[in-house]
């Protein structure tokens, strides 16, 4: 819809500028009064905008514009968005309860990733809304009883607890309303509005210490301030008067006519994305020049807005027809009957407007846009006003500083102040102004857990990652990292396992589900989680060393053959007859080409066969077929023989000694296979050699082992993670879907979450069982068209959107070698989708994560080194 300037709310100057500035006598979950007026304060959640369709976005837009119409008409709002600092002792505070009753050190886990917290330094934002609901005395009336009080911002504490109660309740019935919708608003807590009021003046407080309702000397302290107002600038004030900051406010004071939504209509939803071009001459702490380097601006918003009441927007839209009219009228006589276009534009505007208010229910809005900026010195507000306009005039918004305004604008941004500069407005149809999504940004990742990086997306926020909680969600358990090789895949696994290993129950359980536990009379103390990687490529042996580092019981065993029969799959399934299968499948695999066309029907009637003993075993099925009067099959009998000879081949087909190799202890445990010889991606099944199914047989034989492990009594209510690498060539064996499918199912119904690690995006997106089974993706770089469509469907995007952003996904411009690693597509539980940076805590851990083979933790495989492992876990 368009809406031409005749739209614009000029009302010239008023008294609105001669009152005083907030005088604040309470504030309270939710709720903030000042002597003459109460507001609701609300807090509103990011909705994930990105990457999702326009069909999504525009959902998104008319379910807001027809919630917020109806609940907020009439009454006079002040939106806030403001930027705050991601704090590490926040992360400490929010992460304490989680680690209760786990193993290992988690205070440590936790200090590291709150120290990192500190040092990036990362911005978060905060969406307030505040909604006048009380217009508590007359003008004239609050004029006498402040006469007193200076501008500090504190009257005489008037308000009863009666009346803060009767606020309050008022602020609750607007919250309500509000919950159930695209913003889920809550209560904005009294420590909420407490740092937001300090934050204006620049003069942030610690955090406020209250009991019920904050007032009195606490409320003096936080409200004191001096800003001296400029001709086009603020200058803010410390405690001992010296100068810590400067400010200006401008306003946005011309729009398109148009704004395309998605797109530049967005035009408060990007404002992380405003940056400028560092010009320093200084060099960095490593000496390095700093001239060139991109610099985030922070911008905050503050938005007094009112949506008409119907009645109301008819009757403006009417007058403003008729003032069309008269000019185009006026226009022709004095043209000869040539009118201008601007003139009958403005009519047909006009008329449209009416007609969408009355026959489509279009809502118009009246807003009073403004943006504060601010610079430690006047050079730095300089460049970073600068940068706000261009942003703005790059998308056809006119951001001017508010030259002789300066003092008026900063009070009409303050909590609980009102309009001041009403001739700086627009009246804007509802599109847009709700489609500037000031609630619109990057979120994804689990409400609960350890943080293990950050979001890169349109707004920057942490990202939590817990692996081990899908089961108690009542969800499916499997996550996938899907992506080249070399693209992080490994580390981010690593990162994810090692952040749950010292978590206790309440990470992973509801409070009604620990309540049952323990009525069940289930110790939870020393809590622990367990989790097993299978490492095929012998490059994360550091995780061991990075686990120990932080108190986790953590071993490297190598798998050897001196554990003859450990991968035997009549021993990793309980259902003989459902493991004669697998094992005439495995056999089946191992067969040469000339046997083969028999192998299937021998093998399977063989396995059968030993299925009905009380102890089958593979190597009994080898026995049986040597023993065979088909010569055939007893050919294929002394060909497995001699295969289970070989190291590989002692382990899936050799007879079973006992000696046992997994443990149920809870720890992290990291299985090695020496000899492994997995085959190349692009090599067809025909062409493997018989080293390379050896291979798999044992990788097929230790996986359903490994998760037989999660199914132990002992194990039943403990978290159990089990990362599955190499995926991708588990999926090129006949039987490989099946089998993947059936380790999905087992792992959901026994608390045990998967990690599939693939390069093999189509596979993955071809196996129906194993899509529903993914309640997480990370999806890393890939290149192939092929490659990108499959990721694309698993993440149920379009291809040709988000396509260009899988390929990038890799690629840093700024890095010396271009290569980002650990970057990531991640789609959480809830379906929600953005990119995300994995992030080792400190220097330290990545070294000990490095899947360089020369930096390993733990070098060498001997059978001594295996004789100490197995008297452990033993």
Same mark, same amino acid.
Request: charged share 25%; hydrophobic share 40%; net charge negative.
């Given at each position: 819809m368009k809406i031409s300037k005749w739209l614009l709310n000029n009302l010239g100057l008023g008294d609105q500028r001669l009152k005083p500035p907030p005088h604040y006598e309470a504030i309270s979950d939710g709720l903030?009064?000042?002597?003459?007026?109460? %507001?609701?304060?609300?807090?509103?959640?990011?909705?994930?905008?990105?990457?999702?369709?326009?069909?999504?976005?525009?959902e998104n837009l008319d379910s807001i514009i027809a919630d917020a119409g109806d609940i907020l008409e009439g009454s006079n709002c002040h939106l806030k968005v403001l930027w705050g600092r991601i704090s590490g002792d926040d992360y400490r505070d929010s992460s304490a309860e989680l680690i209760e009753g786990g193993s290992g050190d988690g205070a440590m886990v936790i200090d590291e990733r709150a120290d990192r917290i500190d040092f990036l330094e990362m911005p978060e934002r905060h969406i307030l809304l505040g909604i006048q609901i009380v217009d508590r005395e007359q003008e004239a009336v609050a004029e006498v009883r402040k006469k007193a009080a200076d501008w500090s911002g504190l009257s005489s504490n008037s308000v009863t607890e009666a009346q803060l109660l009767g606020y309050f309740g008022i602020a609750r019935q607007l919250q309500q309303s509000l919950a159930n919708t695209r913003w889920a608003a809550k209560l904005a807590t009294a420590e909420q509005i407490a740092w937001a009021i300090g934050?204006?003046?620049?003069? %942030?407080?610690?955090?406020?210490?209250?009991?019920?309702?904050?007032?009195?000397?606490?409320?003096?302290?936080?409200?004191?301030?001096?800003?001296?107002?400029?001709?086009?600038?603020?200058?803010?004030?410390?405690?001992?008067?010296?100068?810590?900051?400067?400010?200006?406010?401008?306003?946005?004071?011309?729009? *398109?006519?148009?704004?395309?939504?998605?797109?530049?209509?967005?035009?408060?939803?990007?404002?992380?994305?405003?940056?400028?071009? =560092?010009?320093?001459?200084?060099?960095?702490?490593?000496?390095?020049?700093?001239?060139?380097?991109?610099?985030?601006?922070? /911008?905050?918003?503050?938005?007094?807005?009112?949506?008409?009441?119907?009645?109301?927007?008819?009757?403006r839209a009417d007058e403003a027809r008729k003032t069309a009219?008269?000019?185009?009228?006026?226009?022709?006589?004095?043209?000869?009957?040539?009118? *201008?276009?601007?003139?009958?534009?403005?009519?047909? @505007?006009?008329?449209?407007?009416?007609?969408?208010?009355q026959h489509e229910g279009m809502r118009l809005v009246e807003a009073h846009p403004r943006v504060v900026v601010k610079g430690r010195d006047l050079e730095?507000?300089?460049?970073?006003?600068?940068? /706000?306009?261009?942003?703005?005039?790059?998308?056809?918004? !006119?951001?001017?500083?508010?030259?002789?305004?300066?003092?008026?604008?900063?009070?009409?941004?303050?909590?609980?102040?009102?309009?001041?500069? @009403?001739?700086?407005?627009?009246?804007? =149809? =509802?599109?847009?102004?709700?489609?500037?999504?000031?609630?619109?940004?990057?979120?994804?990742?689990?409400? /609960?857990?350890p943080v293990t990086g950050f979001l890169t997306g349109s707004t920057p926020g942490v990202f939590r990652s817990n692996i081990a909680r899908a089961a108690s969600l009542g969800i499916a358990t499997t996550s996938a990292y899907i992506g080249k090789s070399g693209m992080g895949k490994t580390n981010s696994i690593c990162l994810d396992m090692l952040s749950v290993a010292t978590l206790g129950p309440k990470a992973f359980n509801k409070?009604?589900?620990?309540?049952?536990?323990?009525?069940?009379?289930?110790? $939870?103390?020393?809590?622990?989680?367990?989790? &097993?990687?299978?490492?095929?490529?012998?490059?994360?042996?550091? #995780?061991?060393?990075?686990?120990?580092?932080?108190?986790?019981?953590?071993?490297?065993?190598?798998?050897?053959? !001196?554990?003859?029969?450990?991968?035997?799959?009549?021993?990793?399934?309980?259902?003989?007859?459902?493991?004669?299968?697998? @094992?005439?499948?495995?056999?089946?695999? #191992?067969?040469?080409?000339?046997? !083969?066309?028999?192998a299937d029907e021998a093998a399977l009637d063989a396995a059968t066969a030993v299925a009905a003993q009380p102890y089958p075993t593979t190597h009994a099925v080898i026995e049986l077929l040597m023993g065979s009067t088909n010569e055939d099959a007893a050919k294929?009998?002394?060909?497995?023989?001699?295969?289970?000879?070989?190291?590989?081949?002692?382990?899936?087909?050799?007879?079973?000694?006992?000696?046992?190799?997994? &443990?149920?202890?809870?720890?992290?445990?990291?299985?090695?296979?020496?000899?492994?010889?997995?085959?190349?991606?692009?090599?067809? @099944?025909?062409?493997?050699?018989?080293?390379?199914? #050896?291979?798999?047989?044992?990788?097929?034989?230790?996986?359903?082992? &490994?998760?037989?492990?999660?199914?132990?009594? !002992?194990l039943r209510f403990m978290p159990k993670v089990v990362a599955i690498p190499e995926v991708h060539h588990l999926l090129k064996v006949g039987d490989g879907v099946a089998f993947l499918d059936t380790l999905a199912r087992v792992g959901r119904a026994n608390n045990a979450s998967l990690l599939l690690d693939s390069q093999d995006a189509q596979g993955i997106s071809m196996i129906p069982g194993i899509v529903e089974q993914l309640s997480a993706l990370r999806i890393f770089q890939l290149s192939s068209r092929p490659e990108v469509e499959a990721a694309a469907a698993l993440l149920q995007k379009d291809p040709d959107s988000i396509g260009p952003t899988i390929r990038s996904l890799g690629v840093?411009?700024?890095?010396?070698?271009?290569?980002?690693?650990?970057?990531? $597509?991640?789609? =959480?539980?809830?379906?929600?989708?953005?990119?995300?940076?994995?992030?080792?805590?400190?220097?330290e851990v990545q070294a000990l994560l490095n899947t360089n083979a020369d930096q390993q933790y733990g070098a060498d495989d001997t059978d001594a080194d295996l004789d100490e492992q197995l008297e452990m876990v033993s």
């Open positions: 903030l009064v000042t002597a003459t007026k109460a %507001e609701a304060w609300l807090s509103l959640e990011t909705s994930n905008t990105d990457h999702v369709s326009n069909e999504e976005i525009l934050r204006e003046s620049h003069r %942030e407080k610690e955090a406020v210490k209250r009991r019920g309702f904050i007032r009195g000397a606490q409320l003096f302290d936080l409200a004191s301030s001096k800003i001296i107002p400029h001709e086009d600038f603020l200058e803010f004030k410390g405690n001992m008067g010296e100068t810590v900051a400067f400010g200006s406010v401008l306003t946005l004071s011309d729009f *398109p006519e148009e704004m395309r939504v998605p797109g530049h209509g967005e035009w408060l939803k990007n404002l992380s994305q405003i940056t400028r071009i =560092d010009q320093s001459e200084d060099l960095s702490a490593d000496g390095k020049p700093l001239a060139g380097r991109v610099i985030p601006v922070i /911008v905050d918003a503050s938005i007094r807005f009112r949506i008409m009441p119907k009645t109301e927007a008819r009757k009219k008269e000019q185009r009228r006026s226009a022709e006589k004095n043209s000869a009957g040539d009118t *201008p276009p601007d003139v009958l534009e403005a009519e047909y @505007v006009a008329e449209d407007a009416v007609n969408s208010i730095e507000l300089d460049a970073n006003t600068q940068a /706000v306009i261009s942003y703005y005039a790059g998308i056809g918004i !006119r951001a001017v500083v508010g030259v002789d305004e300066q003092r008026d604008l900063f009070l009409e941004s303050l909590m609980g102040d009102g309009l001041r500069v @009403v001739d700086l407005g627009h009246v804007q =149809d =509802d599109v847009q102004f709700f489609g500037s999504f000031f609630w619109g940004g990057s979120k994804v990742g689990d409400a /609960v857990g409070p009604e589900r620990l309540a049952e536990l323990v009525e069940q009379g289930l110790d $939870l103390s020393g809590y622990g989680v367990w989790q &097993t990687l299978l490492d095929t490529k012998g490059d994360t042996s550091g #995780l061991v060393g990075a686990a120990k580092r932080y108190g986790i019981k953590s071993e490297l065993l190598r798998v050897t053959q !001196r554990y003859e029969g450990a991968a035997d799959l009549f021993l990793a399934m309980d259902d003989p007859f459902e493991a004669a299968q697998a @094992v005439a499948g495995q056999l089946v695999l #191992l067969a040469p080409a000339n046997l !083969r066309n028999i294929l009998g002394r060909y497995l023989t001699k295969l289970a000879q070989l190291p590989l081949g002692r382990l899936t087909l050799g007879k079973p000694n006992g000696l046992r190799i997994f &443990t149920e202890e809870p720890g992290l445990w990291v299985y090695q296979f020496p000899g492994l010889r997995l085959p190349a991606d692009t090599k067809p @099944v025909d062409e493997w050699t018989p080293e390379h199914k #050896l291979s798999m047989a044992v990788l097929r034989g230790f996986l359903a082992n &490994t998760i037989k492990m999660t199914t132990k009594q !002992r840093d411009p700024s890095a010396e070698d271009g290569i980002r690693k650990g970057h990531c $597509l991640a789609m =959480d539980y809830r379906g929600r989708v953005g990119t995300v940076q994995y992030d080792f805590p400190n220097a």
